[in-house]
């Protein structure tokens, strides 16, 4: 499904206007060496804390800046907008801090603890609606709402004054760092973070590169320019929920095509990889969005070497309900955690004879589902196991052959897979 774009393009003037304006409710976020990652990449990586705000995002600037500039009669009507969290967090502060009536509608499988959040945030002066299974699904909801109640939409991206306060994320870099900035990473789900920085380092750093990352199962922005215009993808992987639209801004669309240096996906897995190793290593917790910009680094290992690097991270909003899923799909990247069919022969002991003669010495049983037939010589079980090295596979699924217990093996097949695990 194609669209249309415009020629907006954000003045620098109203960039610092909208700072002026969000000094009033957010403190710039500290911008702090990794020294880890510039140690492994042989470069000053610095990380721009957004998630550090008190709504744990960089939405709230976007957002105030926003209905900050409506009108009393506008005010009075109240506000719509659509989210899949962190927006919607900043939109609920905004409405309680200006007292303003908002309704937010969400999608169904928005993670518990972001509802949660907008809740407490808004208060008595925000109303939330679950509806959909995606951004863009409650997007069209709230937009049929708002235009029957004749409220205003606040655009999670896709609005001059959102991409405006998004944009003062780049004053705060270019004031708060000693050297040059070369590069800068930035998240890519709709457009308004990335196409509200292409504004400021155009007009005040022209040299710094800006590069767009968006998850593999959520190319949306690269897609559109590739093609060279907007596009509407037809399905989208929605686990990095705060980086995964089907359909790109047509605002920002134009400003990304133009100004960005490169745009590039990640693997969802090697995002949770991310998220652990932050955590583990860094006590560090972002969200799966805020992971994306880290996560992109090794592809351009060679090109950021020796240079001054900025990732934007840009939220923590993440549900500790989420974890087992992360890890899972961190091991499965990483070649760790291995699905099979195994088939069972009917017989006292052959469960004890697979885990002592076929399971290697440190792998681990993490999944177990059998079902019996008794008029099958072999009854199949679906067996997760976990391997300690991704060497230890191929020698398993040898043993299991030669020992007539494999059936299939199902992380190769996603269709199965989603299926029976």
């Not at 209905?67 to 969290?85: M, N, P």
């Not at 690097?309 to 955690?337: F, M, Q, W």
């Not at 019996?372 to 976990?386: C, F, L, T, Y």
């Amino acid at each position: 499904m194609k669209g249309t774009a415009t020629t907006y393009f954000p003045d620098i003037a109203d960039i610092y206007k909208a700072a002026q304006t969000i000094k009033l409710v957010a403190d710039p976020t500290p911008l702090q060496q990794s020294i880890r990652y510039s140690k492994k990449f042989g470069a000053n990586i610095l990380l721009k804390r957004e998630d550090l705000h008190r709504v744990r995002s960089y939405k709230i600037r976007g957002a105030f800046n926003k209905i900050s500039e409506l009108s009393h009669e506008e005010l009075k009507k109240g506000v719509v907008c659509a989210s899949a969290g962190n927006h919607a967090q900043g939109v609920a502060f905004a409405c309680n801090h200006l007292e303003v009536r908002g309704t937010i509608y969400m999608p169904v499988v928005t993670p518990k603890q972001k509802i949660d959040q907008t809740k407490m945030f808004g208060g008595e002066w925000v109303e939330v609606v679950l509806e959909g299974d995606t951004f863009d699904d409650s997007h069209k909801a709230a937009q049929a709402y708002c235009n029957k109640e004749n409220k205003t939409f606040v655009h999670p991206f896709d609005d001059p004054k959102t991409i405006e306060g998004q944009a003062t994320i780049g004053l705060e870099l270019l004031s708060q760092s000693k050297e040059p900035i070369d590069f800068v990473f930035v998240a890519v789900g709709g457009g308004g973070l990335a196409a509200g920085l292409c504004a400021t380092f155009q007009a005040l750093s022209p040299k710094t590169k800006i590069i767009g990352i968006e998850p593999d199962g959520a190319p949306s922005m690269k897609t559109a320019i590739q093609k060279g215009e907007l596009v509407e993808l037809s399905q989208i992987d929605k686990f990095i929920d705060g980086a995964a639209v089907q359909k790109v801004g047509q605002y920002t669309f134009p400003i990304c095509k133009d100004h960005l240096h490169k745009m590039d996906t990640v693997p969802e897995g090697k995002v949770c990889q991310t998220i652990l190793e932050l955590y583990n290593r860094d006590a560090i917790v972002v969200e799966p969005a805020g992971a994306l910009t880290i996560a992109a680094l090794d592809d351009f290992q060679d090109e950021i070497e020796g240079k001054n690097v900025v990732c934007v991270i840009s939220g923590s909003n993440n549900d500790i309900t989420r974890t087992a899923e992360i890890k899972e799909r961190a091991l499965l990247y990483s070649n760790l955690k291995h699905y099979f069919i195994v088939r069972f022969p009917q017989r006292p002991g052959a469960l004890k004879e697979f885990v002592a003669d076929i399971l290697g010495p440190d792998d681990d049983i993490t999944h177990f589902e059998y079902s019996k037939k008794s008029s099958r010589e072999n009854a199949p079980a679906v067996v997760g196991i976990e391997l300690k090295s991704s060497d230890d596979l191929e020698p398993l699924i040898q043993r299991m052959k030669a020992n007539n217990f494999f059936g299939d093996y199902l992380n190769d097949k996603p269709d199965l897979f989603q299926y029976l695990v």
